[in-house]
């Protein structure tokens, strides 16, 4: 319960705003960790803002996001971003919607959630984010944006249960038309652990 309320705390931080909610606390061990990125599933093939991510393993313990972000409007905060987490639980069954949060600005969110890695994310798209505070709609490629050392640099909690998450992010105008979604598969492991 500690831990959870750890976790929480965390995310209130982190949260200026929106509905927070963990509707399933999986039985797992919680602790200091390391990201791996797993897979990235698309699914806005249809959409005003496309984030045409992919992954590519750079060496054994090392990778990158690679792809182009093409968005036909502005990613500001004008935009509400839906973040939905489902965990493998412990007999490795996905619970979904194990913690869902909304927040009415998607780009404040994500800057916030992203911390020291936000600019350094958008420099690696050609984006200087000091000089707009929004993505203005364009074509962004990057050669490759390393991830291997994710959670260091962001805001993200400082411990997290081990296991397994699938993260579904869809943004959304004002009157709910959906403009734009990605999905991660990650693996929360301890820091030492590698593969
Ligand atoms: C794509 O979006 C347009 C505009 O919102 C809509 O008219 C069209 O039906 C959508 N197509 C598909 C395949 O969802
Ligand atoms: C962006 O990525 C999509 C999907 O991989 C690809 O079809 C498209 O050609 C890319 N656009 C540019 C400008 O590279
Ligand atoms: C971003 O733009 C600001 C203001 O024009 C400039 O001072 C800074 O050097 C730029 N950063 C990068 C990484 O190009
Ligand atoms: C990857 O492994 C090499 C050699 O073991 C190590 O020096 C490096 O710090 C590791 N990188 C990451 C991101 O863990």
Redesign the pocket.
């Known amino acids: 319960m500690k831990y959870i309320l750890i976790i929480l705390t965390e995310f209130l931080i982190l949260v200026d705003s929106g509905v927070r909610d963990f509707k399933f606390r999986p039985n797992l061990p919680l602790g200091d960790y390391r990201i791996h990125f797993i897979a990235i599933i ?1 699914c806005n093939s249809n959409s005003t803002i ?1 984030h ?1 991510f ?1 992954l590519y393993k750079t060496s054994r313990n090392t990778t990158d996001l690679r ?2 972000i ?1 968005s036909l409007r502005a990613f500001d905060d004008s935009l509400i971003i839906n973040l939905k987490m489902d965990i493998k639980d412990k007999i490795g069954n996905w619970q979904s919607n194990a913690y869902t949060y909304k927040s009415p600005q998607a780009y404040t969110c994500i800057k916030n959630f992203l911390g020291g890695e936000f600019p350094k994310f958008l420099n690696k798209y050609g984006i200087n984010a000091s000089i707009y505070n929004i993505i203005p709609p364009g ?1 962004y ?1 990057t050669k490759g944006y390393d991830v291997s050392n994710y959670p260091e640099n962001t805001n993200f909690p400082k411990q997290i249960f081990y296991g397994t998450y699938k993260f579904n992010i869809i943004y959304t105008e004002k009157n709910g038309d959906r403009c734009g979604c990605f999905t991660f598969v990650i693996e929360v492991k301890r820091p030492w652990e590698i593969e």
């Open positions: 698309q496309q045409n992919f792809g182009n093409t074509i490629t």
